[in-house]
Nanobody, 124 residues
Framework: QVQLLESGGGLVQAGGSLRLSCAASGRTLGSFRMGWFRQTPGKEREFVAGISRSGGLTHYPESVRGRFTVSRDNAKNTVYLQMNSIKPEDTATYYC?????????????????WGQGTQVTVSS
């Protein structure tokens, strides 16, 4: 079992930046591929970033590529999501997720553990 706890959300103006953190406990985070998802009411969770166990490979959908950067510090058992040039449409609850193995980074069903989420609200 691994417990994930997101932090760093809040209210930010469009064009601004925010860094989310996801701290893990219970197991070494380096055992997991990690993903960041976001969700708005009535919609499915949307993949926004993924990072391999070592941090050497990252994945982003077109909607955030060039604006969001995922990173990890396995020594600190923490994964980060740096969000730059934030847009109003980035408003959502952001979740980090851990997968022991997966084939499709974009598929929420393939992740084994989830945090409780942190709210990001972007004002225009």
């Amino acid at each position: 079992q691994v417990q994930l706890l997101e932090s760093g959300g809040g209210l930010v103006q469009a064009g601004g930046s925010l860094r989310l953190s996801c701290a893990a406990s219970g197991r070494t985070l380096g055992s997991f591929r990690m993903g960041w998802f976001r969700q708005t009411p009535g919609k499915e969770r949307e993949f926004v970033a993924g990072i391999s166990r070592s941090g050497g490979l990252t994945h982003y959908p077109e909607s955030v590529r060039g604006r969001f950067t995922v990173s990890r510090d396995n020594a600190k058992n923490t994964v980060y999501l740096q969000m730059n040039s934030i847009k109003p449409e980035d408003t959502a609850t952001y979740y980090c997720a851990a997968a022991e193995s997966l084939y499709n980074w974009y598929a929420a069903r393939e992740y084994d553990y989830w945090g409780q989420g942190t709210q990001v609200t972007v004002s225009s």
